[in-house]
């Protein structure tokens, strides 16, 4: 899965959790509330289905079959599961209310992890991953992605984050060289516009809302904040004003004109650099094999987004999947064992040849990204530190009610300004929160 479409799967989870008292924590629990922890049988575990999926499943087969050579007795078996936000939601809520329908471990993305954990199904892992012998290579701001209110729920598999992807053609014509403050940033984005017209400085988008955010959170702003044991709404303070400003001002005319920016989405936007209707445009380390079968291949660069101080790196969203134990498991032990080596230094490196993966252990980014020179940008974001999304189960109702993409259109077409449309997300922010 690629940083799209999970948080739809923790709304659906969540509607029927409430419509039906199944959810209820003490659902996902083995006969007596205690869940079982066999150390021989077979493991169930529950993997996602991706583009390409046959490499996944050549490096999944090959630690199955390391893991059942080093565990007389366990037999693995790995099921991939559809992606699809209503097929994946509809069989983690089977498996959260029956548990012998349950994995003992399964993948998921880093967004649904609180609306999980409010139905109960996964298990705390925080003192298995203590012992684990490579906790101390975890990035720290990745490893947070996985904590709801102090406790470990996951283990942070791979990640994905955003950089400036820019044409080495056009900035080479306009004399221009890759941007390394938000005002290099702005001046190339007109620079580029005024002497190609039909092209986009930069794409940017009235409904893409990781496109956004590294702006506000560069300038000191938030979505939320944690205030005691809740989180109180910060879209409105000045520093994310501040930033909102930031990112709405790169459209208009001479960039990215509202009227055709407003309705641009992330995937959009990676259509419109790779078609070469753009110079610039803020997008995954994933969205390199659509830019080289476009017509911009050997015509790009990447760096990371700027900040507005010269030589700062904006801190980007880290986006990706976790591997959980089922609350119910059955092999509680084995579970975590498996994970931790699918997490292990030499399968993240694999999935990352595999899949283009990014790993999640320092050490591990620093191999590849020496092997593959278009991943330094990317690995140097990671370096920079990344942000989160809230961590609760409110964010869901955030997302799927589109609050920040909203507000970021209110600004950009002229019907609000950034005091008016961020006090209004705040309200709505808010209230999501209180509701849960």
Not at 192 to 207: L, M, Q, S
Request: proline residues 5%; glycine residues 10%; hydrophobic residues 45%.
């Amino acid at each position: 899965m690629r940083l799209i479409g999970r948080t739809a799967a923790a709304v659906v989870l969540a509607a029927g959790c409430l419509a039906a008292t199944a959810c209820a924590p003490g659902t996902a629990s083995s006969v007596g509330g205690k869940a079982a922890d066999d150390r021989t049988g077979t493991l169930q575990v529950w993997l996602y289905s991706e583009a390409g999926n046959a490499a996944k499943e050549a490096v999944i087969a090959k630690a199955v079959t390391e893991f059942q050579a080093s565990h007389q007795g366990v037999t693995v078996n790995v099921s991939y599961i559809d992606t699809d936000a209503s097929a994946r939601a509809a069989k983690m809520k089977g498996a959260f209310n029956d548990p012998n329908s349950a994995p003992d471990l399964v993948e998921f993305g880093n967004t649904d992890l609180p609306g999980y954990v409010a139905a109960g199904g996964l298990a705390d892992i925080s003192a298995d991953l203590d012992r684990w012998q490579d906790k101390g290579d975890l990035d720290p701001a990745i490893a947070r992605t996985a904590v709801v209110d102090g406790k470990t729920y996951g283990l942070p598999w791979w990640v994905g984050v955003r950089a400036l992807y820019y044409r080495t053609d056009l900035f080479t014509e306009a004399g221009l060289t890759p941007p390394t403050s938000y005002a290099e940033l702005v001046a190339a984005n007109r620079k580029v516009h005024a002497a190609h017209p039909d092209t986009f400085g930069i794409a940017v988008g009235g409904k893409y809302t990781f496109g956004a955010l590294p702006f506000v959170w560069d300038a000191g702003g938030d979505i939320a904040t944690k205030d005691g044991s809740t989180f109180k709404a910060a879209i409105d303070s000045p520093a994310s004003q501040a930033g909102i400003k930031r990112y709405t001002d790169l459209f208009g005319a001479d960039g990215c004109p509202a009227q055709q920016c407003a309705d641009l989405t992330g995937g959009k936007i990676i259509d419109l650099f790779a078609a070469g209707k753009s110079a610039m445009a803020l997008m995954p380390n994933s969205a390199r094999s659509k830019v080289d079968a476009g017509a911009v291949k050997g015509k790009y660069g990447v760096v990371p987004l700027p900040g507005e101080k010269p030589g700062s790196i904006a801190p980007a969203f880290a986006g990706g999947n976790n591997l959980g134990v089922m609350k119910a498991a059955k092999h509680r032990t084995l579970a975590v064992e498996f994970a931790q080596l699918l997490a292990s230094p030499g399968y993240q490196e694999q999935m990352y040849d595999a899949m283009g993966n990014l790993p999640t252990l320092k050490s591990v980014n620093g191999r590849v990204a020496a092997k593959d020179t278009f991943l330094k940008p990317f690995t140097d974001t990671i370096a920079a530190g990344t942000k989160f999304v809230p961590l609760d189960q409110a964010w869901a109702q955030i997302d799927a009610q589109a609050v920040i993409p909203t507000m970021l259109q209110q600004v950009v077409t002229g019907k609000a300004d950034v005091a008016k449309a961020s006090a209004d997300a705040a309200a709505q922010i808010s209230s999501a929160f209180a509701a849960h």
